[in-house]
């Protein structure tokens, strides 16, 4: 009979346990994110349940938007200050506090990608047997150094490009996807490592190919690596199946003497690219079908208005045909619930601007400290890494 009693009593209190537990969940989720990370310092079983993977799944169950940009300056202008934060962070609404943000990348680090809310960075100060690598939330500041794979048979390789494959609406754990080539043939082969299994292994059989595997973006299951100057491949790589796939042809319609860096990102769910070629401030955005059955416009944008209100975007005034007639880059293309919510963010000179691809509105979004120097942009050649909040473990 005490024994019953003992069990029912304990059953009792695994049960209120649980209710408790519930509510405090319920309570949490509803909180900002901010406001969660410090609540895992109030007792053990509190950092314990924020901790847990399933609570950080239910705290983000979809896609979340970005919320601001990080540009960085390029390797090459650090100098001998390796401790030099060269990053500027631009938040898409600027009338809310960013202080939670600012500080949110470590010292003397190159970022390589962000992916759903995290972030893969190289260290800039290299040992003899290359850059260290690592996995950094922005968030909770919280990062994991990827251990080195081994080399096969001794044999010499070369990284040609690290990529980050994230999805926290279907998995807790992420992969890094590392193409390299073999210094003895022109081959190349994919090596990935998974922090579920804390390993190494490789995935592909050597292949040969005239890709550039540099600025690969993740987007539905694979690592697309992008021809953006119409003279080599572009393929995929789906981190599930194993599988390596070209990727349909870009649209690239417009031909010149001038070069400029196009744009290729993901947002939400949805792969862009955009064509930045030619001397023209009007754009069309391209979407890929989800069956790689090919690229369709998803958007026709104008930013003549744009222009007008910031002369130093023209090269040339006199000659707006000159070269490439104009000074801007995009940044990122940012999808919102309804199309009307999308925007482009343009790095123009002296500033950051968000342009309205639906209401064609446009606003400031940063103005960078210094003088502005006609047709000069502060981030030359550098993409924005969205900042996505969460709370995700690395």
Known sequence: METQLQSSQQTKSAEIAASIDYLLTEILLRLPIKSVIRFKLVSKHWFHLISDPSFCQLLNPNRNPAVGLFLQLSTANFGEDHQYNGYEFVPFHPNKSTEFIKDHLPSGVRILQSCNGLMLCCSLITANNGPEYFVYN??????????????????????????????????????????????????????????????????????????SFDKGVYWNGAIHWMDTVGNAESLYFNVATKALRNTPSLPLTYTTRCKRDNYFGESCDHLHFIDMRGPRVKLVVYELERDYSGWFMKYQVDLSAVVVANPTMALRRGNPMFWCGFVFEVSAVIRGEEDEDSFLVLQIPGKMVRFNIVHKTFEDLVDFDGRVVWSSLKFPNVGGFQYIQSICCV
């Open 138 to 211: 922005p968030t909770t500041k919280k990062l994991s150094i990827l251990p080195k794979p081994d080399q096969t048979n001794g044999i010499s390789e070369t990284i040609r490009g690290i990529n980050l494959a994230f999805e926290p609406v279907k998995a807790f754990h992420y992969k890094i996807v590392s193409v390299r080539s073999l210094e003895s043939d022109s081959s190349f082969k994919i090596i990935v490592y998974s922090s579920e299994t804390h390993s190494w292994q490789e995935q592909s059989h050597p292949f040969t190919s005239a890709a």
